[in-house]
């Protein structure tokens, strides 16, 4: 899931761009995933002689065989699998026959094979630098392998299979555990590289204002109040609900509102007409109305976030106002600068969690059973981070279930609430609800870095990174054949 618990609210704090880093994730298919193998797929039949005999991709030392790059290709596509309906995707159609909606001219399959082909690519690239470089699987490395192969035969014979009938049925082809194994271990190793890699990464203090000042318009911010006024709101409609009367006179009615918003002469009176527009012109209970002025307030909001106004708010004094929204717009949205561009220096905070999600568990028992497993052992940093390797179905899995440098609003409200509570200590723990499912919380506590350093930090080796991957990447091969026979 990794980014998904990332909220999106109109106006933001622009969010942090993350690394596309090889993760072992994909390798250890987590039961949820593996459910949609079982109704799409039942080929029993294939020994997988053919696909073990083909190479689909290679590097100077590695390869990558067809069996090997079926399991890849399905650990992607089934990272899709809950939101299937949404993107158009029919689970009981072979993808080959069916269109992408995000890449048109091309079906699902080609796409899966697009997504897959990268994720290799950058897998092998890992591997060759790591081989390179000295870096090698150790004891440690093998049994955590070992023991996520003896999960999943785990999960196998819960739903009454062997190890390799339960990955037949999920991958449509003759997929065994040692193709598992191998994908683990290439995986594991590429990332073993990664994390020593960019660990060996450190930037000076002058490096970082160096990085802030040729990168000013993606770093400073803009406190704003913005209210968005639908023409809709004026729009007449008959005993069902449904539109009648001139749409146009409705579009005026709602510019003409945020004029007169706009022309507020203090922050005190444009939260007046925000409150008046809310409960009166929207016709929302009088109890939620402070909440919903305060929620107006945006703080550090970047140019990116703030997009027509952005040219504005970068040049404009404090209790200046701006519409966008042309005539006969479906909605106008008024701006009140409230703080000149600045940079954020407020540190963020760092979060692990576990979660476990709706599409696989229907309640919080399971949730509440791993939370007293954990309690039962003290709570300890070291019982929660074999509870995460275990159960958590985020993409965050592999670093231990940690978000670094999380600044307010970038998480769900339930999340966000939770992890910013005024009184939250270090080592603080409990449970949360949200829309993806129930997390296991556990506050870190505060990070050593501001925001923008953190930021700075980010892109300074994602530069490196991608230019080491480039590096070590330029004599990767596919089999393009090859690849257009894997079962989908």
Excluded at 48 to 76: C, I, K, P, W
Excluded at 441 to 451: F, I, P, Q
Aim: glycine share 6%; proline share 1%; aromatic share 12%.
């Amino acid at each position: 899931m990794g980014n998904e618990i990332l909220n999106s609210p109109s106006i933001e704090t622009q969010k942090k761009e993350k690394r596309n880093t090889i993760i072992i994730t994909v390798c250890v298919i987590l039961a949820a995933a593996l459910v949609i193998g079982l109704t799409v797929f039942n080929r029993l039949t294939d020994t997988g002689y053919f696909l073990r005999s083909q190479t689909a991709a290679e590097s100077e030392n590695f390869e990558v065989d067809g069996a090997m790059m079926t399991y890849f290709f399905h650990s992607n596509y089934q990272a899709y699998a809950s939101m299937a309906s949404y993107l158009g995707i029919d689970t009981t159609v072979s993808l080959k026959a069916q269109e992408c909606s995000l890449a048109q001219g091309s079906t699902w399959f080609d796409y899966f094979v697009s997504v897959s082909q990268s994720y290799v690519n950058e897998l092998l690239a890992l591997c060759e630098a790591a081989k390179a470089n000295g870096v090698a699987l150790d004891d440690a490395d093998y049994a955590s392998i070992d023991a996520s192969i003896d999960s999943l035969t785990a999960t196998a014979e819960s739903y009454g299979y062997s190890i390799n009938q339960y990955l037949i049925t999920a991958f449509g082809a003759a997929v065994n555990v040692d193709d598992v194994k191998n994908c683990m271990e290439l995986t594991a190793l590429a990332a073993k590289y990664s994390t020593d890699f960019t660990a060996s990464l450190s930037y000076s203090d002058e490096q970082l204002d160096a990085y802030y000042d040729a990168n000013k318009a993606s770093f400073e911010g803009v406190d704003v109040i913005a209210i968005t006024i639908p023409a809709n709101t004026y729009q007449e409609t008959d005993a069902d609900g449904n539109p009648v009367g001139d749409a146009t006179s409705a579009s005026k009615t709602a510019q003409e509102k945020a004029n007169a918003l706009a022309a507020s002469a203090n922050v005190d009176e444009f939260n007046a007409g925000i409150r008046d527009f809310l409960l009166n012109d929207r016709g929302n209970p009088e109890e939620n109305i402070d909440a919903m002025v305060e929620q107006c307030y945006s703080e550090h909001v970047t140019a990116s976030a703030l997009s027509s106004a952005a040219e504005w708010a970068f040049s404009a004094k404090v209790g200046d106002t701006y519409v966008s929204g042309g005539d006969g717009a479906s909605q106008y949205t008024v701006y009140y600068l409230a703080k000149t561009a600045y940079r954020d220096d407020t540190p963020g905070r760092n979060i692990r969690h576990i979660l476990f999600t709706k599409d696989t568990y229907a309640d919080d028992s399971k949730a509440k059973e791993i939370y007293a497993e954990w309690e039962a052992a003290g709570f300890t940093e070291a019982k929660f981070l074999e509870l995460n390797n275990q159960y958590n179905e985020d993409g965050s899995i592999t670093n231990g279930g940690l978000y670094e440098n999380v600044l307010p609003g970038q998480m769900v409200t339930e999340f966000n609430d939770w992890m910013f509570d005024a009184s939250r200590k270090t080592g603080d723990h409990g449970i949360v609800e949200t829309t993806y499912g129930w997390h296991i919380m556990y506050y870190v506590g505060e990070s050593e870095r501001a925001a923008w350093q953190a930021e700075a930090i980010s892109a300074l080796q994602n530069a490196e990174y991608t230019k080491m991957v480039e590096q070590y990447s330029a004599n990767i091969t596919f089999n393009a054949e090859m690849l257009y026979q894997i079962n989908a």
